[in-house]
């Protein structure tokens, strides 16, 4: 198959994608843009030969509570624009024990903080936010195999800030976290 296996673009309410089997798609196994999103509906979807092994995220806002490590081979990959994936005043991101997410966009790609994220790892199963080209963990997510390696820069981080209007200040709770290749975090 040509282009992207699934491809949801400013979906009306929250999308759900779960249990697919996504092979040889030339750019993203599945890609979700504009979206207002429950982590979980995202879950148990596996996939290789694709051009990014992953569920692309991008420009999306978490609007439900929800919770990862995903099962699946088809981990999250924060992409584009530097209001990748947001977390907005009200709403919690838990990332568990295990728990993979890539990002690229050279600089950009920030998984932006209003509301809480708790990435709450332990030292034998550690939270890690990395490059979309660490192969290192969670397998060859950009389908080159080791024609790149992952530099400092291939995304922006964790950015925290208040959504103002009286909503109350950010939450990052980070606990055994491997934050890799990021601008900053």
Known sequence: AGGTGIDVNSPDGIPTIKGNTITNSTGPAVNVTGASLDMGLLDGNSGSGNGLNGVQLTN??????SALPWTGTLIPVVASGCNALTVPAGVTLTLGA???MKAQANGCAYINVQGKLLAHGTAASPVTLTSWRDDSIAGDTNGDGSATGPQRGDWGGISAGPAGDGNANPTVDLDHVALRYGTSG
């Open 60 to 65: 999306d806002i978490v609007t439900v509570s």
């Open 98 to 100: 295990g728990t993979t």
